[in-house]
Structures are given as C-alpha cells and as structure tokens.
C-alpha cells in the first residue's frame, strides 16, 4: 500500500520531491518504494532519462486503473477519522433530585448500552419552574396533571410508610399501619415546603390516621438521605413507590398498608418538540423502563 501511494503522489505530482513532501518523508524513500513496486510488476512505471520523470505505456494505464481506487480508499480513511473524533449527540434529562438518584442512576448503564451513539446528561432539579427544566431535552416532573402540559404519565403516585425489616421486627409492625404504629415508631421527614409532595401529617389525613405529637423530629434535607436513614433502620419513612420499588425488590425494605393515591399526581415525562425524532425512542425506552 505504501508504494502504491508513492506511485500515485509521484505520477499526480510529476515529481518524486513533490511527492515526498506531500507524504512527509524523503525523496530517497519514495524512490525505494516506487522500485519495490517495479520488482513486484516486473515492468518499469517510470521513464527516468535525464532529468524528466514520465510514465511509461504500461505506467500510465496502471496510474488511471489504479489511481481512482486509491482516491475512494483515502477519501473513506478520512471520514472515519473525522466520524470518530465528533461528539455523541447528547441528551439532558432532568428530573428530581430523589427520581434522579434513586431510579434514573441505577437504570443509567442500561439506557447507554441500549442507545451507544448517544451520550446522556442528568441533572437533578426539584423546583417545578426552573429554567433549565424547562429546558431539558427530557423533563421529568412530579405533580398533578396540568392541562397544558403535553407530557406523558410515567408513573402514578401511591405513597406508603417504608422501613428496614430488623425496625419492623424490633417494633412488632405488622402489614398495615395503624395509630398504635405511631406510639412505638420514629417518623423521618424531609426539610421540604412544597405543596406536590406529601408530608406525614396530610399523608396521615389522607390515611384516616391521626397524628401523634413527636418531640424527636429531625429533618433530611433530601429524599435520598431520608431513605439512607430508613435503610439504616432509624426510622419509618414515606415511599413513593417507583423510588423505593427496587429496595422493596430486594428486600432491604419493607412496605406497609395503606397506600396513598390521589387522583392526577404522578411523574410526567415531556419532550421538547424540535428534537423529538433523536430523542423520542430515549422517552419510550424511559417509559418502557418504568413499566418492567
């Protein structure tokens, strides 16, 4: 292959020097190349009397056979050096901070194994107005439906009290929690002031429970520390139950009746529209995810 290109570069050229320079080595080595070309041929390419340089008959016909075929050869050497070094079209997708580390992470190896062109960015945002949810090529928020909005339901709300099995064990719960529960257990709470989520006393409303008065109230500042606490066994928490269906799977904790739906509430999943054709099989695959 290197003396092809060397006869090619010298008969385009004219000039084993041109030649040399266009391939960035010597004349000598062109040279070499060109006669190791003519020894495997067994005929001469090139016309050397005097100073002149020309192609012989059999020279020529070999130049305008071959010389094409190295052109496409070099032509698709290029692109694929140029397709290897442009970025991976890249998706963002923002969704809280808890939907985010809790489901979207772990699932996170799965999404780029089934889209390998593409690169993926997460961004955490709980703020329902946040700019750059809004932005976001996939938007995944939580709340009740809103009308205008075009977004799909990936998951419905039900919201149940979730602990470890040894605090289970170490308070007698049983399968259902009651107003008994509350006398005997510690209730985890978030450091949260937003109307979309569900805290213990409007959870227990919604439950039909009463509320027992806790001195001992300490507040996580998110969702996923409250659940490391839970894990830990300090504690019975709230589950949302796509945050926590895979901890119940492997039964690292356990989950209590009743649940808690309220009509409309759930995660919905929005696309922005421009870029729909890229990233719509990523929202099916999301979605398709979230319904295994």
Not at 18 to 29: K, Y
Not at 139 to 159: K, M, N, T, W, Y
């Amino acid at each position: 292959m290197k003396s092809l290109i060397a006869f090619d570069a010298t008969a385009r050229l004219g000039s084993m020097t041109a030649a040399a320079e266009e391939e960035r080595t010597t004349q000598p080595t062109i040279s070499q190349r060109i006669r190791t070309l003519e020894e495997n041929i067994g005929l001469p390419l090139f016309d050397r009397q005097g100073s002149r340089l020309t192609l012989t008959f059999q020279g020529d016909r070999f130049y305008r056979e071959v010389a094409p075929h190295l052109k496409e050869i070099r032509k698709a050497f290029e692109q694929i050096v140029h397709d290897g070094k442009r970025p991976s079209p890249s998706i963002v997708i923002a969704a809280g901070s808890g939907f985010t580390h809790l489901w979207l992470l772990p699932r996170l190896p799965a999404l780029k194994q089934a889209f390998p062109d593409l690169s993926f960015k997460l961004m955490p945002i709980d703020r329902a107005d946040d700019p750059e949810l809004q932005a976001a090529d996939i938007a995944i928020r939580f709340g009740p439906h809103v009308p205008q909005d075009e977004g799909r339901l990936l998951a419905s709300e039900a919201v149940f009290p979730v602990c470890s099995p040894s605090y289970a064990h170490e308070h007698n719960l049983s399968e259902t929690f009651t107003e008994a529960s509350l006398s005997d257990t510690l209730l985890l709470h978030q450091d949260i002031k937003d109307p979309r989520w569900l805290d213990w006393t409007q959870w227990l409303q919604c439950a039909g429970l009463s509320l027992t008065t806790q001195d001992d109230v300490f507040l996580y500042h998110n969702y996923a520390l409250l659940l490391n606490a839970t894990l830990a066994g300090q504690g019975i928490a709230l589950g949302w139950s796509i945050l926590v269906e895979d901890y119940l799977t492997t039964g690292q904790l356990i989950s209590l009746e009743p649940r808690v739906k309220r009509e409309n509430y759930g995660y919905w999943l929005s696309v922005k529209h421009h870029r729909s054709a890229l990233i719509k099989p990523v929202s099916d695959w999301l979605i398709g995810a979230v319904h295994q």
